[in-house]
Every structure is written in C-alpha cells, then in structure tokens.
C-alpha cells in the first residue's frame, strides 16, 4: 500500500516562502512521476509541479514557474516544493500525488493514482 504524507504548510505573508515535502512509502516510486497539485475553496484541482524519480525532469505549470522548484531526495522517498514569492492567490491545500508515468499526460490529477491528506498553504496580503 502506497503512503504519501505532506508536511510544511502554513501561514505566511506575500512575497515570503515556504517549502513542502512529501515523503513516500510502502512500494517502488523509480518508474514514476511525483505530483504537487493545489485546491482554493471553491475552485477546481489545479496542476502545480511534477518530476520524474528517475531523470529527474521536472514540468511547473506556467503560474508558479520561476517562483517554484520541485526536486526530489530518492534515498528518502521525499519529494520537495520550494515555494519563493507567494502570492494570495497561491492559498489552497496543496496534495502530493504519484502512479503517473511520465508524459504528455503528467498534468492532469486523472494520470496520478495515490495521494496525499493534502496540507494548507495560506499567504496573507
């Protein structure tokens, strides 16, 4: 069984930053991508950030590109969000997914098939 728990949300004001990770356990991740994916109330799912455990390729959506940097520690099953110049509108809860493989495909939540609790990233004004 596949486990993935997030950890390093929380409160910050705008322009600061903020890191996540998301360690994984219980099964092989080598062939597959890992997913950051953020939720605002009342919005839809929305692609962040991907990288491939074993390339080390990386894929950022074209919001949080310049200001967020995925990498990956595979000897600790752990991947990272490097948040830098937050801004209001990155508040959401932010979910780590994987069971994707890389491709075409990498951004959308349907290609992933194990997630995160999620945690709550919010940036005041």
């Known amino acids: 069984q596949v486990q993935l728990v997030e950890s390093g949300g929380g409160l910050v004001q705008a322009g600061g930053s903020l890191r996540l990770s998301c360690a994984a356990s219980?099964?092989?991740?080598?062939?597959?991508?890992m997913g950051w994916f953020r939720q605002a109330p009342g919005k839809e799912r929305e692609f962040v950030a991907a990288?491939?455990?074993?390339?080390?390729?990386?894929y950022y959506a074209d919001s949080v590109n310049d200001r967020f940097t995925i990498s990956r520690d595979n000897a600790k099953n752990t991947v990272y969000l490097q948040m830098n110049s937050l801004k209001p509108e990155d508040t959401a809860v932010y979910s780590c997914?994987?069971?994707?493989?890389?491709?075409?495909?990498?951004?959308?939540?349907?290609?992933?098939?194990?997630w995160g609790q999620g945690t709550q990233v919010t940036v005041s004004s």
């Open positions: 997914a994987t069971g994707a493989h890389w491709g075409p495909a990498i951004g959308a939540a349907s290609s992933y098939e194990y």
């Open positions: 219980g099964r092989t991740f080598s062939s597959y991508a």
């Open positions: 990288i491939s455990w074993s390339s080390g390729n990386t």
